[in-house]
């Protein structure tokens, strides 16, 4: 047989795989969000368009390298999707956003990067390029592969803020009164417990528990309604001057 040195997510068919794993675990029924990171194969088109999954690749399609015991050893450049993941999951506050961040543990070639053109429409199109610098790299836009052209679903730390809140709010309830009987008083609790963990959050500019109700089909369950405003990111900034004399 032969044996490839292409990493497991190269191969279309992994990829794949990986990604209707990750859509199908996030489903109400699974309750286990998730997300996938993917490194852009050269110049493959975002055949996914999802929240779920984002793609992140050096600008240009640059050479990625490190250096072990004075050898540079080229690396696969997929590996950026690693960096990039490990990088988002390290931040304390879910709501961080990983545009501008540096990531670190490998090298890029500094004099050749994308004209702000290029690289908007690169972004444009649902991936993460990653800029050289002197070490590392530049993540230039931290989002998903979603083309939708809502915010909620395009930027990777607001993913990430729902994901988080989805899991612990559920775990909260459950922890707290599953195996209760649904008595007077409960659905009261049940919104003040879960209104004081939105209260306790800074990853979110707001949150208001809206609902609490038992099941209109089936009377052994709770349902709760929450809407929540999301801390936006700043992603590009625009000045203009307004010339102001007297002749």
Partial sequence: PVVSNQLLSYYPAIRASAF????KMSEIKYRNERVVSAGRIELEE??????????????LDLPVTRVVQGEVQQLNPTLLAACASGKHAGFGNTATPL??????????PTDKKSPKLDLDRIIRQGFMP???????????????SSL?????????????????????????????????NIVQGLLTDIRTTV?????????????????????????????????????????????????????
Avoid: C, W
């Fill in 46 to 59: 975002n055949s996914f368009d999802s929240n779920r999954l984002f793609y992140a690749s050096p600008d």
């Fill in 148 to 180: 939708s052209g809502d915010p909620r679903l395009e930027e990777i730390s607001l993913q990430r803020t729902v994901d988080y809140i989805s899991k612990n709010s559920r775990r909260l309830v459950e922890n707290a009164f599953v195996g209760s």
């Fill in 99 to 108: 545009t501008n961040k540096n990531l670190t543990g490998f090298n890029m």
């Fill in 195 to 247: 209104q004081q963990y939105l209260n306790s959050l800074e990853s979110i500019s707001s949150g208001t528990v809206t609902n609490v109700s038992v099941d209109s089909r089936d009377p052994r369950q709770i349902n709760i309604e929450i809407d929540y405003t999301p801390l936006f990111p700043l992603n590009s900034l625009q000045i203009s001057f307004n010339l102001v004399a007297t002749i």
């Fill in 130 to 144: 990653i800029q050289a610098r002197a070490s590392g790299g530049l993540v230039t836009r931290g989002r998903t």
């Fill in 20 to 23: 209707n794993h990750a859509i």
